[in-house]
T-cell receptor
Framework: KAGVTQTPRYLIKTRGQQVTLSCSPI?????VSWYQQTPGQGLQFLFE???????NKGNFPGRFSGRQFSNSRSEMNVSTLELGDSALYLC??????????????FGSGTRLTVV | AQSVTQLGSHVSVSEGALVLLRCNYS??????LFWYVQYPNQGLQLLLKYTSAATLVKGINGFEAEFKKSETSFHLTKPSAHMSDAAEYFC??????????FGTGTSLTVIP
């Protein structure tokens, strides 16, 4: 079956602009999570969506937002971009059943460069 | 509190030598434990996972890990390193709270 698809793979934006990243999870996966990965901070959790509702949120400013659609596809948006937002943004989907997360399947990521 | 600690941010081994990447966890409830591998500019790929069945878990590419409750460890091993094993490795934990906790990663270098 198809994996997690993230688009675009690469983006270059200017400070102050906004950006929208897209993620299509594995068919049947209702949970989608987003992570930011940088060399200095490692993997940092942004937020998780389940059935169109944000269920968990990491410690990021309000410039970072997301949403999930009825088909489980998810988007994340970053407004007023800063140089420090340059990172690899990873989307991961999982087949959460009840209270258990049996593991993520990750997309290949979107490499965002802010200049 | 739940957490994962990976000992050694950088590990170097010779090709053909044993690979041992260390992971210790802290969890107030029985955890699920995972190892992921990441190649440059790629997402994370699942190597193996422990979900309370057999304590010795075999994964892809010849890797395996053993869950040791008494030591709160889940170390990753491979008998013979290959050049293609050079990558970043992440240990992770999840529990009934459906939260995921990642370690800080270990960069594996394989010396020819």
């Amino acid at each position: 079956k198809a994996g997690v698809t993230q688009t675009p793979r690469y983006l270059i934006k200017t400070r102050g602009q906004q950006v929208t990243l897209s993620c299509s999870p594995i068919s049947g996966h209702r949970s989608v999570s987003w992570y930011q990965q940088t060399p200095g901070q490692g993997l940092q959790f942004l937020f998780e969506y389940f059935s169109e509702t944000q269920r968990n949120k990491g410690n990021f400013p309000g410039r970072f937002s997301g949403r999930q659609f009825s088909n489980s596809r998810s988007e994340m948006n970053v407004s007023t971009l800063e140089l420090g937002d340059s990172a690899l943004y990873l989307c991961a989907s999982s087949s959460v059943t009840g209270q258990a997360n049996y593991g993520y399947t990750f997309g290949s990521g979107t490499r965002l460069t802010v200049v | 509190a739940q957490s994962v600690t990976q000992l050694g941010s950088h590990v170097s081994v010779s090709e053909g030598a044993l690979v041992l990447l260390r992971c210790n966890y802290s969890s107030s409830v029985p955890p699920y434990l995972f190892w992921y591998v990441q190649y440059p500019n790629q997402g994370l790929q699942l190597l193996l996972k422990y979900t309370s069945a057999a304590t010795l878990v075999k994964g892809i590419n010849g890797f395996e890990a053993e869950f040791k409750k008494s030591e709160t460890s889940f170390h990753l091993t491979k008998p013979s390193a290959h050049m293609s094993d050079a990558a970043e490795y992440f240990c992770a934990l999840s529990n009934t709270g459906n939260q995921f906790y990642f370690g800080t990663g270990t960069s594996l270098t394989v010396i020819p």
